[in-house]
């Protein structure tokens, strides 16, 4: 572990965030928001976590009496591999973003799926079930969990496109087959290609990481965007990402991933500790 004295500068923490790097998540502000509000008397701190320490740092964890923490990139997968037991979601979901330390055991969970439904619901009032949906970088980490959420409400159309397109296949047979996912389209990132698909669809969700950078190009052709449609970028961090400003401009709905981080974190909250959060404290913790 890089800091293997993290608990010894935080003797109250209990919970964390760890991942590589780490320093820019706002899990922490949110998440001890909320236990504040609750009046939980334990600390949430964030352990930055090198590649295949992941074993080394649940073991300490668990030697320091955690209760849990909540693993983001890039340890999603390997979280799920430690783990004694996963949720219906983590199983799902392919990975884990929540883990629960209980008699001995990790239990892998994941929030993120139901995150993202929720979010979807909170900002544009329509539930996964009802909405076409086209998700760039689908065969990343986050837009993998995003498609298989997806499938999973039974949204009656699901398009499907990353970068390198070869990663798309086992996923789009994924939520066909094990998830009765209706009508799933596998498209490359050409620009006549999404520019087909975004005109089929009720809502666009960027999971690429295109966006976390000023300079990024936007995640698909501006000829794409139009004013009928929802348009969720799963970036939070810069707010306003160049595909936001874009479709704001010409009149889209839109909603960036501080919602999905919210309702991911409610629901951690809720696996560790039985008890619901106090979602406005969560959000004064984001300023949000
Ligand atoms: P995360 O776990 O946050 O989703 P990830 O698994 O590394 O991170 O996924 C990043 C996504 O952004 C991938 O879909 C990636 O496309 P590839 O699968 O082709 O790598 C996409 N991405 C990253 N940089 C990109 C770029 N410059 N243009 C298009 N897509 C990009």
Redesign the pocket.
Known sequence: LRDPAFAQSAPNAKLAVIGHPIKHSASPQMHQAALDAAGIDIQYIRVEVEPHQVEACFAEMERLGFIGCNVT??H?LEAMDLCHELTEDAKALGATNTILFKDGKRIGHNSDGPGLAQAIYEDFGKSLTELRVLIL???????RAIATQCAREGSPAIYLS???VE?LEPIAESLTNEYGAKLVCTLS?ATEDLTTAAARVDLIIN????GLHFE?PL?LPESALASSQMVYDAIYNPPLTPLLAKAQELGASTSNGLSMLLHQGAISFAFWLGQSPDLAAMRRGLNY
């Open positions: 990139v890039p999603k970088g689908a065969g990343g980490g986050a837009g990353n970068r390198t990663k990132n999971s690429t990481s295109l990024d995640p």
